[in-house]
């Protein structure tokens, strides 16, 4: 299989692909980090040698290196699982966030996974079969304070989502929206958080490759996901 992961040199996205490291299976990694991106796509090589490490740099912020990204990838060939994982959080407040905030959320968390699945789709579309995973967040759900832009762009992801889904339905490509609360990545480094009271990145990756292990005839549409105890 051809499995496409976003944002995946660190954190949820790096458990992800040691998710889908498995035999037979070729993933096409980017990040827009090149030197963690190579450290990663090292790592899943030498632990998992009969998958297939593709990766390349990418800024998913900006619409060239998107469409770069994507035609690099259709070079391998039509993709079966495409996960628009590449994401930021900055926090911020729409009345005083700086000017430009909401632009850069939006570039960055919805119109990546925007453009790079309107140009993979035509060839998917073609093959009737695939699987698209928008990680959200719940902050798409639930509006809390200190969101601002970045759960503006999460609440536009998710109707991304459930849009794209109605739309593939006559084409047999199933869409997924990845719905996680607090979970120890980049976005929390620094924080004086305990481990107990947060998720692990191997929860999201565990939940998403199990999705994707359903019968053509089953779908989950949403996977929502919170620490046991709770949003902080």
Known sequence: MNIIITGASKGI????AMA???????????????????????ELQEKNPETIIQYRATYMGNKTDVLHFADWCLKFGVPDIIINNAGQFIPGSIHNEPDGHLE?????NLYSAYHLTRRLLPSMIKQKSGHI????????????????AYSISKFALLGFSKNLREE??????????????????????????????????????????AASQLSAQAVVEDIILRPQLGDL
């Open 13 to 16: 996205g790096k458990a992800i």
């Open 20 to 42: 889908f490291a498995k035999p037979g299976n070729q993933l096409l990694i980017c990040s827009r980090n090149e030197k963690e991106l190579i450290e990663t796509a090292k």
């Open 104 to 108: 850069k959320m939006l570039e960055i």
């Open 133 to 148: 995973f928008n990680v959200c967040s719940i902050a798409a759900l639930n509006a809390y304070a200190n969101g601002g």
């Open 168 to 209: 593939m339905k006559p084409n047999g490509i199933k869409v997924t929206a990845v719905l996680p609360g607090a979970t120890m990545s980049a976005s929390w480094a620094g924080a004086s958080i305990d481990p107990n009271r947060i998720m692990e990145a191997n929860d999201i990756a565990t939940m998403i490759y």
